[in-house]
Nanobody, 114 residues
Framework: QVQLVESGGGLVQPGGSLRLSCAAS????????MAWYRRTPGKERELVAW???????TYADFGKGRFSISRDNARNTLYLQMDSLKPEDTAAYYC????????WGQGTQVTVSS
């Protein structure tokens, strides 16, 4: 059974940082390109960043220079380091494969507010 468990969200002031984690199980993590997505109420879920099994990364324009995706294949864990956070980054953040092959986890809420 596939499980995706996101953590690390919270309330942070504008300009602050957070590091999100995603613990994956039930599939061969190292063979899959993995991604972070986010969703705000009333909007479609959008791709934030993704990383191949070998570590090649791609970012949405809004995250370039501020976000960094990484992975630890030995721990089946995906990370998202978010710096210089803005109020518009407020969203629920989710992980999945690049093709969103598996059921979504519960997500982790990021709120950027002063």
């Amino acid at each position: 059974q596939v499980q995706l468990v996101e953590s690390g969200g919270g309330l942070v002031q504008p300009g602050g940082s957070l590091r999100l984690s995603c613990a994956a199980s039930g599939f061969i993590f190292r063979l899959n390109a993995m991604a972070w997505y986010r969703r705000t109420p009333g909007k479609e879920r959008e791709l934030v960043a993704w990383i191949t099994g070998r570590g090649r990364t791609t970012y949405a324009d809004f995250g370039k220079g501020r976000f960094s995706i990484s992975r630890d294949n030995a721990r089946n864990t995906l990370y998202l380091q978010m710096d210089s956070l803005k109020p518009e980054d407020t969203a629920a953040y989710y992980c999945n494969t690049r093709n969103a092959d598996y059921p979504w986890g519960q997500g982790t809420q990021v709120t950027v507010s002063s």
